[in-house]
């Protein structure tokens, strides 16, 4: 298997993340290039993956039921919106 880059879409588990990985085909009967989005549960050891983050996957051994990739690295932080604070 190759490594793949994709978008993290969910962080709420411990130790693990959701990928959105993006793929585009030339489609022979549509005579056009299609995109596709493929999710993969990935193991992230230390939590540091926030939603938005562009990231790197690695193949490994299954860790679980549906857990077979490991965040290599984070190629690009999301910017996090922090709301004003109320000044009353």
């Not at 193949?59 to 190629?75: D, F, G, M, T």
């Amino acid at each position: 298997m190759k490594q793949v880059v994709g978008m993290v879409v969910s962080n709420k588990m411990q130790k693990s993340v959701v990928v959105a990985v993006d793929r585009l085909f030339y489609h022979k009967v549509y005579d056009r290039y299609v995109k596709r989005t493929s999710k993969f549960m990935a193991h992230d050891e230390h939590n540091h993956c926030n939603i938005g983050d562009k990231v790197r996957l690695d193949p490994s051994r299954p860790l679980s039921k549906r857990k077979n990739w490991v965040v290599a690295e984070i190629l690009k932080k999301a910017r996090i919106y922090v709301p004003p604070s109320p000044n009353v």
